[in-house]
Each structure stands twice: as structure tokens, then as C-alpha cells.
């Protein structure tokens, strides 16, 4: 097998450039995650802070009538109920 070393410094030209390429598009990937996630923020913080308003108000609605949670609230109690609970039911195997 022979290498032919002038089509291989002939050809690093070609790849330099296509290396470029792929470091510019992953930069441009990049930059666009943060600028998603800096856009996305912060209308999560504007709707974090709009519910937190809100649910002072709709802390006296609750307590008068428990039939008026949305499906939303129940599932995150429900969510909240299964984390706290634990299992006690470990076995070690005696297969070991």
C-alpha cells in the first residue's frame, strides 16, 4: 500500500474546512439551547409569579369547597403522596 502524500496535503485544505463546519454548527446549536432557555425562563418566571398571586386568592376558594381541584392539582398531590411514601420491603437474596 503507498501513501500518496501530495494528494494528502492537498486534501487537509478540503478537511480543515469541513472541520470548521461542523465546530460553526455546533456553536450555532449551542447558542441556540441558552437563547431558548433564557426566552423560555423567563416567561416561567412570569407564570410561576402570576400563580403565586393568584394562589393566595384561590387558597380561600379550596378551603371552602375540596370538590373545586383541577385535574392538574390532584395529580401533583397524588405525585407528592407517592415520593414521600416508602418502601420498607427490601430482600437480599440468598442466591448470592
Not at 446549536?29 to 416567561?43: E, F, M, P, V
Not at 378551603?63 to 420498607?88: C, G, I, P, R, V
Amino acid at each position: 500500500m503507498k501513501i500518496d502524500i501530495n494528494a494528502f496535503l492537498q486534501s487537509l485544505p478540503i478537511m480543515g474546512v469541513g472541520l470548521l463546519g461542523i465546530f460553526t454548527v455546533t456553536i450555532v446549536i449551542i447558542l441556540g439551547i441558552y437563547l431558548l432557555k433564557a426566552i423560555t425562563s423567563r416567561d416561567a418566571d412570569k407564570a410561576s409569579a402570576e400563580a403565586s398571586e393568584g394562589s393566595a386568592a384561590d387558597s380561600n376558594k379550596k378551603s371552602s369547597d375540596k370538590h373545586s381541584n383541577s385535574a392538574m392539582e390532584l395529580l401533583k398531590e397524588k405525585e407528592k403522596k407517592d415520593f414521600y411514601e416508602t418502601d420498607d420491603t427490601y430482600e437480599i437474596s440468598e442466591d448470592l
